[in-house]
């Protein structure tokens, strides 16, 4: 059964209360909104001097998860969010991560860990074969005495110093991830051309294929792709890939205006709107194409590059993909929602809701699938190390005093 509501609302909290019921509930998983604590979001920019971002109500969002977790006692609490939760500050200059720690801890919730000082673990999403760079803050909790044995990274960056872990391959690259995808062209819109000019565009569009929301699954080119690839690729694709006479959903072009389009073309891989003004003249020629200020973000226009993992997917792509510019020149183009759900790692057969906007939103502010699993898994080898059982239900058995 799904709720969907603000769990500021007595009516909904009551609801979810009520329907965990006296049966209990094992596990709560949760994520307060990572807006307020974000450093590329309301901690940057032009809007780090204002000072009604000091006291944002978001930040105290948490409560409602605490409130929760003290009323159905779950065996176990896991929390995720940004990396900036560990530096965002109260007026009493205690972090917003140490303050959920210890209203925890009050509540009886044991947050050690296997090898490390802190409380709380820093997890990559790329070192767990999502092809993403992605850091984020995780807190796992228990209140059965249970000291946490953290997930253990199953790929490496190629391109890194550090040494090589037998066993582990490669990170994902987006090659791996999205090489399989049909090709799509944006088509243009009406924003800052002439009339004469849009009547142009008008008739391209109608030679530019930008997708759809459903077509038949690409079965013979993924099977190209798929062995063209390493271990690593291969790995991935397994994860993700759709069963058998499924469709291709969500796989369709934004639409772009011209000036974005044109410079899609002509950026380089890995290139941001930094380098533009900042970098070489046959780069800043390409200013002439930026429309927007670019005082607040440097990195406002980002094109993503082939062999390497995405930049980080987020909720901001509801409004513009400017960051997640496809490396494809032909294509020039942002990400579709079926790309950033697979960078995400969400299988292609997942359904995701709402109209475009809110599809891009849902998959930003998500725990990719595959980290999701590797702190499962975790959680599940510290129970079975500590000597505890699971019976076939998936519920834990344990004795309060053992």
């Known amino acids: 059964m799904i709720f969907e509501g603000d769990l500021t609302s007595v009516e909904i909290h009551d609801k979810v209360v009520k329907r965990v019921g006296k049966s209990g509930v094992d596990i709560i998983v949760g994520g307060p909104p990572c807006q307020s604590f974000s450093m590329i979001g309301t901690r940057s920019g032009r809007w780090v001097e204002d000072k009604k971002f000091e006291n944002d109500r978001r930040d105290l969002l948490f409560m409602e998860y605490v409130a929760l977790v003290r009323q159905l006692q779950p065996l176990f609490v896991v929390l995720e969010n940004v990396d900036g939760i560990r530096s965002k500050k109260d007026k009493q200059g ?69 040494v090589q872990v037998e ?7 987006l090659w791996d991830a999205i090489g399989d995808l049909p090709q799509l062209q944006a088509h243009f819109t009406r924003s800052n051309i002439t009339l004469d000019e849009w009547e142009e565009r008008k008739k391209e569009n109608e030679s530019r294929y930008n997708g759809a929301n459903g077509v038949p699954f690409h079965e013979k080119r993924f099977a190209r792709h798929y062995e063209s690839l390493g271990k690593q690729g291969k790995a991935f694709l397994d994860f993700v890939a759709a069963s ?26 890995g290139a941001t709107a930094k380098n533009i003004f900042e970098g070489p003249e046959e780069l800043r020629v390409l200013s002439r194409f930026i429309r927007y200020d670019m005082e607040s973000f440097k990195d406002k226009y980002r094109k993503q590059q082939w062999k390497r993992p995405s930049t980080t997917i987020f909720a901001h792509l509801e409004r513009d993909g400017n960051r997640f510019i496809h490396p494809d020149s032909s294509q020039a183009r942002t990400f579709t929602v079926r790309e950033a759900a697979r960078i995400q790692s969400f299988p292609d057969d997942y359904l995701i809701a709402g109209a475009m906007k809110k599809q891009y939103r849902q998959i930003g502010n998500a725990v990719p699938p595959l980290l999701a699993r590797a702190i499962a898994e975790a959680i599940y080898q510290s129970l079975v190390a500590s000597g505890h059982m699971i019976d076939g239900d998936g519920v834990v058995a344990y004795e309060e005093d053992s």
């Open 244 to 269: 058998h006479g499924l469709v291709l959903r969500y796989h369709r072009a934004r639409e772009q205006q011209v000036s974005d389009i044109e410079l899609f073309e002509k950026m380089p891989e």
């Open 167 to 173: 066993g582990r391959l490669p990170w994902v690259t």
């Open 94 to 162: 205690q972090t917003y991560l140490s303050r959920i720690i210890g209203e925890l801890e009050r509540l009886g919730y044991r947050f050690e860990i296997t090898g490390h000082d802190e409380k709380f673990l820093r997890l990559n999403a790329a070192d767990f074969g999502v092809p993403q760079i992605r850091n984020r803050i995780f807190l796992v909790g228990n209140r059965m005495g249970i000291t946490l044995s953290p997930p253990t990274p199953t790929h490496f960056d190629p391109n890194g110093s550090g």
